[in-house]
């Protein structure tokens, strides 16, 4: 007869040494029960796995490369009986440890089963991890990864943008994982994968010092594993959808599933998901009455795994992640213009195959091959990708709406006369003096004659007056496509060959190719080609054609406001080869050196985890390799070279060769250190120490060789150009905790630290100390900003005690520093300015942040009886509150904060003196499990955000320290200007003040089936 008896499994804990990425390590002792004394020879399984082992003399046993998971391990030995221990976690990177007492037969004959609980103290923990697992995820009212790590200590989430900051670092300083894969973009540093939430085995949240395995991040690290296929058939299908109620649905709509299961054999498994998703609105606002327009995202992601048991011990493995979203951008600007708003196109790709082998019983090691791929198109709402289809030689703007909105479509009819043009090309309406007066204009517009007949674009061309009307509104003037992948190999080896000693180390490369076309000003300059193919060379045929200088001219005056590397400058969909030299599709740009750029990283590692008794030490050193592998400026305030060098083949405005050289390259080591110990039975301290170092974004790094000629001697508009020679950014952190707990129940934990960081990027103006040697001034990047991090975390945890279980957390930090991302100095560089470094709150500086889970469930046949029936088993109630105080700003005189012109604000208090308002937020999900047939079941949820429909401010004006108006109207400058314009200028310009950005996410309800099986 089956006896469960329902209990914590004794001893198991998580080491904190870091392991393979997405497995773990099962260990314990076994022990007679009666006696006490250890038990050699007694076999350790985990059900419907190959994974297993035995244990030693001593009675220890150790599985190494588990998959992460939740695991049956069983016990069985002659003369005991078996014992079974469910719900064993493995989490990746980390191991379970779990000692077993075993019943001699005489006095027990049935099958005993424990339930595992992880304890509430991680007595091998030396830094902070926050652990979440399927199971919980399935309960939190939260969708995606990026939910749930906001949720963790340390991490404070800007609601305006959707951001996520750990433990005050800047955005890009998290390294994101699924299965082992990084899946931040080395462009930008952001990390874009989705993942269906059936696909989520467990998240791993490092907010602390992570050990010497981890590199290229500074505030963190997320390691998200994805399930893998058992021996049986499983999978799920899922819906999800808002519109049960029409009145208040912003058009919230995905649809996912999921399957797992054997291949032919026992010996290869796989697991698949996918999941569509159609959001109208994918991110509403409170104020915005209903959905906003052009708002919405339709994406797609598949997710994979084929394992392969090839022999015992050894297993080769394939997965990947793809996800792909098309998003509409609501700007208020283009309100009245909304189908100009940009748009884009995001695709994201990491793949991975590795052999695991394990070496004796104490040995292992993994080595791996990935790929990340990740490219994205951004752009004008109407005309997307079709670059020539954006020229308009006077792109409507901000006439008729005062400068606060872009105009909407208009029919009106302008005029424009006597506008030859002898230079070949300029910026407004541009036409050209031909053979014979004529002049050419650009297509996309309807030409009229002075009596409104509708002309030819040929007719018109020679026409001395022009009239014509605009046949749409302003079109959004920038245009991006980029492109970054990296192959990857690596190898880790692990073992404890050495009594008390978890020895970890390896080495990983990565070569990335990097592709970058961005067109500043695509509406204000494409026009001039479509002006070149309009009127094409002259010749017998086409008398009035251009010459070749002129049609030249013309050309480069469209293509001269682009940076690009790795595509053609006449075409941005074709690729450039790193070498390029035959690849170039006009004489007049050098794109010999504007190539793919291919960046190499090399890292190793050492990390050793001593454990004494009940001491920890982890130890480790990292090294790190960052080559740009590109040209640099030989000296960076002289760009060009020196008015003064009379050297033969030299010039000093132009970029030649000798002004350029190979750009550095940094070596970087870094030690970490954690201790751990417990200071009583039921008090933990641990301490950890720590050296990190990232790369910056490569954006930062690289820029078109063309491109920084021309915007050095040009000068105009503000673009910062890219710096080879950035050094990688440096963070120094400490961190302690103890924790204690309470009648085995209850945990209260204070984490308290500290972080110096240095050589962060910023934006400078650099011009030559002396200008008789150059007069060339302009912005690039350097490394010259840093910052400190204070603060504490407060974690209290109840397990389920009575159907309840809560978790709480309160942070209190303070971030400073002098600049909070790397444009934060634009306005300065731009002017030409004195950089003043001030030490103020960043801009993320989220004084107090508040976190609180309470969670109500009931198991089969538990909870309110109403005859034979039990209403409420395997049923739950979530709740989750979040409230943070308000991010920093900096009070100003009362201006026109909402003008689409240029104006300079005029400071009242020191940077970042003041604080927005506190934010407030209560989510809830009900869910019911109803059990089918065998095997099968239909959960069914409602999903609530922001129950209490609560108007959060997440972005307020400096002027009046609230989101709904500038008080601009209330001073002198405003009533001239509403006197000036008239009693519409006030309607207009309320209504540009009412922006619905300036405010968080509104009341919303979804409901949810999901059919297990």
Same mark, same amino acid.
């Given at each position: ?11 198991? *804990? ?135 790590? *906001? ?98 649905? @912003?058009?919230?709509?995905? @649809? ?6 054997? =291949? ?22 409170? +104020? ?25 011990? =050894? ?77 308009? /030689? /006077? ?82 003037? #920038? ?10 190999? *690596? ?19 990565? #070569? ?68 390029? $030299? ?26 050793? +985890? ?40 030299? /010039? ?14 940094? $070596? ?6 954690? &201790? ?11 301490? /950890? ?60 934990? &204070? ?22 040697? *150059? ?30 279980? &809560? ?8 971030? $400073? ?82 003008? =689409? ?55 307020? @004006? ?44 509104? #009341?919303?309800? #979804? ?7």
């Amino acid at each position: 007869m089956l006896k469960r008896i329902l209990m914590s499994c004794l001893g198991f *804990s998580i080491p904190i040494s870091l392991y393979a990425g997405t497995t773990g390590k099962l260990s314990g002792t076994v022990t007679d029960s009666q006696t006490g004394e250890t038990i050699p020879g007694v076999s350790i399984t985990l059900e419907g796995t190959v994974y297993g082992g035995a244990t030693d003399v001593s009675g220890n046993y150790v599985i190494y490369n588990v998959p992460a998971g939740s695991y049956t391990l069983q016990a069985s030995s002659v003369g005991y009986a078996k014992t079974k221990i469910e719900n064993v976690k493995i989490i990746a990177d980390y191991g379970a440890k779990v000692n077993l007492k075993l019943s001699p037969e005489s006095i027990q004959t049935s099958e005993v089963v424990v339930v595992a609980e992880r304890p509430l103290i991680e007595k091998t923990q030396t830094s902070s991890i926050s652990i979440v697992t399927s199971e919980e995820i399935s309960k939190l009212p939260t969708r995606g990864y990026n939910e749930v790590v *906001s949720l963790q200590a340390g991490v404070v989430e800007d609601e305006d943008t959707g951001n996520l900051y750990i433990r005050g670092g800047r955005i890009g300083e998290v390294a994101y994982y699924v299965d082992g894969v990084s899946q931040n973009n080395p462009l930008t540093g952001e990390a874009n994968t989705s993942l269906n939430n059936g696909a989520i085995e467990q998240v791993v949240v490092i907010s602390g010092g992570f050990n010497a395995e981890y590199g290229r991040a500074m505030s963190g690290a997320v390691n998200t594993t994805t399930k893998s296929g058992g021996k049986s058939f499983n999978g799920s299908l899922e819906v999800v959808t808002d519109k049960v109620s029409p009145d208040e649905s @912003y058009g919230y709509n995905i @649809y996912g599933g999921t399957i797992g299961g054997p =291949l032919f054999t026992d010996k290869i498994n796989f697991f698949l998901s996918g999941e569509f998703r159609d959001l109208e609105d994918r991110f509403p606002r409170s +104020t915005a009455s209903g959905k906003l327009p052009h708002n919405g995202l339709s994406g797609f992601t598949g997710q994979g795994k084929l394992n392969f048991n090839i022999i015992s011990g =050894l297993d080769l493995e394939f997965g990947g992640v793809w996800s792909q979203d098309k998003v509409d951008e609501y700007i208020h600007t283009y309100k009245f213009d909304i189908d100009h708003a940009a748009k884009r196109d995001d695709t994201n790709r990491s793949l991975y195959g590795k052999i695991k082998q394990t070496i004796g019983s104490k040995s292992f090691y993994e080595v791996r091959y990935n790929n990340f791929y990740n490219q994205r198109f951004r752009g004008d709402g109407t005309h997307f990708k079709d670059l020539e289809s954006y020229g308009r /030689s /006077s792109n409507p703007s901000h006439d008729r709406y005062y400068t606060v909105f872009w105009n909407e479509n208009l029919d009106t009819t302008y005029t424009l006369s006597n506008l030859a043009d002898t230079t070949g090309f300029r910026s407004g309406w541009n036409s050209l003096n031909g053979a014979g007066g004529t002049r050419t204009i650009d297509n996309g517009f309807a030409f009229y004659d002075k009596t409104g007949n509708l002309v030819t674009e040929d007719q018109a061309a020679k026409m001395d007056t022009i009239y014509y009307k605009k046949d749409e509104g302003h079109v959004f003037n #920038r245009y991006l496509h980029s492109e970054s992948s990296y192959h990857g190999v *690596s190898f880790d080896y692990t073992t404890q060959v050495v009594d008390n000693h978890n020895i970890k180390f390896g080495f990983a490369g990565e #070569r990335h190719t990097l592709r970058r076309y961005e067109h500043i000003a695509p509406a204000t300059s494409m026009h001039l080609y479509n002006v070149a193919q309009i009127r094409g060379l002259k010749t017998d045929a086409n008398p009035d054609g251009l010459t070749q200088e002129d049609y030249d001219a013309l050309v480069k005056g469209a293509f001269t406001d682009v940076n690009a590397y790795g595509y053609q400058i006449l075409d941005p969909e074709k690729e450039l080869s790193s070498g390029a $030299k035959d690849d170039a599709s006009t004489a007049f740009f050098n794109e010999s050196e504007n190539g793919a750029k291919h960046p190499v990283t090399v890292s190793a590692y050492l990390q050793d +985890t001593f454990e004494w008794e009940k001491f920890v030490l982890d130890i480790g050193f990292r090294f790190d390799y960052l080559d740009a592998a590109t040209k640099a400026l030989k000296d960076p305030r002289v760009p060009l070279g020196s008015k003064l060098d009379t050297t033969s083949n030299v /010039s000093s405005d132009k970029l030649d060769p000798s002004d350029l050289t190979d750009s550095k390259v940094y $070596k970087k080591i870094s030690p970490r250190i954690g &201790i751990a110990f417990p200071a009583t039975e039921t008090t933990h301290f641990y301490f /950890s120490y720590g050296k990190f170092y990232q790369q910056p974004h490569l954006q930062d790094l690289y820029v078109s060789y063309d491109f920084l000629e021309y915007k050095v001697r040009t000068g105009g508009y503000y673009f910062a150009l890219g710096n080879p020679n950035l050094k990688p950014e440096e963070t120094i952190a400490y961190e302690t905790g103890v924790t204690k707990t309470f009648n085995d129940n209850m945990l209260f934990g &204070i984490k308290a630290y500290y972080k110096d960081i240095n050589d962060l990027v910023q934006v400078q103006n650099l011009t030559s100390p002396d200008l008789t040697v *150059s007069d060339f001034g302009y912005a690039t990047y350097i490394n010259s900003d840093y910052g400190t991090v204070k603060g504490v975390d407060f974690e209290y945890e109840m397990k389920r005690t009575n159907h309840v279980a &809560i978790g709480a957390k309160y942070g209190l930090m303070w971030t $400073k520093g002098t600049g909070s991302n790397p444009e934060s100095q634009r306005n300065v560089a731009w002017t030409g300015g004195e950089v003043v470094k001030t030490v103020a709150p960043l801009d993320f500086d989220q004084r107090h942040n508040i976190s609180l889970n309470i969670d109500i469930s009931n198991k089969a046949k538990e909870g309110m009886m109403i005859g034979d029936f039990y209403p409420f088993e395997n049923a739950s109630a979530n709740f989750q509150f979040n409230a943070g105080s308000g991010f920093p700003y900096t009070p100003v005189v009362p201006y026109n904060e909402v003008t =689409l012109l240029s104006v300079s604000e005029n400071p009242v208090r020191s940077l970042n003196s003041e604080n927005g308002p506190w934010t407030y937020s209560l989510d809830m999900k009900l869910n019911k499990t109803f059990n089918l047939i065998s095997k099968m079941n239909l959960e069914i949820y409602c999903l609530v955000k922001n129950l209490f429909d609560t108007e959060n401010q997440v972005d307020i @004006y400096k002027s009046s320290g609230a989101s709904n108006t500038t008080n601009y109207l209330n001073t002198p400058a405003g009533q001239n200007e509403l006197n000036a314009n008239g009693a519409g200028f006030e309607s207009v310009y309320q209504n540009a003040e009412s922006n619905p950005l300036n405010y968080g996410q509104p #009341r919303q309800v #979804r409901f949810g089936l999901i059919l297990n099986f």
